[in-house]
């Protein structure tokens, strides 16, 4: 006989589902072209106020983003973030790797929020199918998405918050994937090596850092 949690259970699982739609959400905004309200909430640190509340969960290991985020808050605080600033960086990101990435994290995005109607709905089973699928779409599409984001905008003159903003996406992908890609970044830039980019080819077949 399948046990199912119990309803606290539930409601807890359901609210990790609704924190993990917020961080993904937070991502979104910025991962493809970011409008004016976005840069205010970049320079006020509302942005990184909200992402800080999204990861609580997490408990201890919400650590990991500390040095992220303590990073872009220095960054809009060293140069206010305007509109123009922010979309000078991200023109170094070609306009397809920016809208494939949105792509990537709208379709997540309707997976969490039929994640979190499963869970609230008592069809446990299926809330747990529909966390698997997510797993794959990570590995198999996000993974590769992000990679790219972040190596085209750090190969290039990218601005102090653009590389702030890569590194807490980095961050992001490795605690929802569970693997360590913070030790693909190296230097003040966080520049992603080329052999990296390698090793994260897409495929099944695609090797892992050691």
Same mark, same amino acid.
């Given at each position: ?50 992402? $800080?509340? %999204?990861?609580?969960? +997490?408990?201890?290991? @919400? ?5 992220? =985020? ?85 190969? $290039?003159? %990218?601005?102090?918050? +653009?590389?702030?903003? @890569? ?5 992001? =992908? ?37």
């Amino acid at each position: 006989m399948t046990e199912h949690p119990s309803p606290q259970v539930a409601q807890l699982m359901a609210g990790i589902v609704d924190d993990r739609a917020r961080m993904w959400a937070l991502v979104s905004e910025v991962v493809s072209r970011p409008d004016t309200s976005v840069a205010q909430r970049l320079t006020s640190g509302a942005w990184v106020e909200d992402m $800080q509340r %999204s990861v609580q969960w +997490l408990g201890d290991a @919400a650590e990991r983003f500390r040095p992220g =985020l303590v990073a872009l808050g220095e960054a809009a605080d060293a140069a206010p973030v305007t509109l123009e600033s922010l979309l000078a960086g991200f023109d170094d990101i070609t306009s397809r790797e920016r809208t494939h990435l949105a792509g990537v994290i709208d379709d997540l995005l309707v997976q969490l929020a039929a994640e979190k109607r499963s869970w609230s709905g008592g069809d446990h089973e299926h809330a747990k199918t529909l966390r698997l699928a997510q797993h794959d779409q990570l590995h198999k599409r996000m993974v590769p998405a992000v990679q790219q984001w972040c190596y085209d905008a750090l190969n $290039q003159q %990218s601005t102090p918050v +653009l590389s702030a903003l @890569a590194k807490v996406l980095v961050i992001v =992908l490795g605690m929802e994937t569970g693997r360590d890609f913070e030790r693909a970044v190296e230097g003040e830039g966080f520049h992603i090596t080329d052999a990296y980019v390698a090793t994260m080819s897409p495929g099944p077949d695609s090797p892992r850092p050691e």
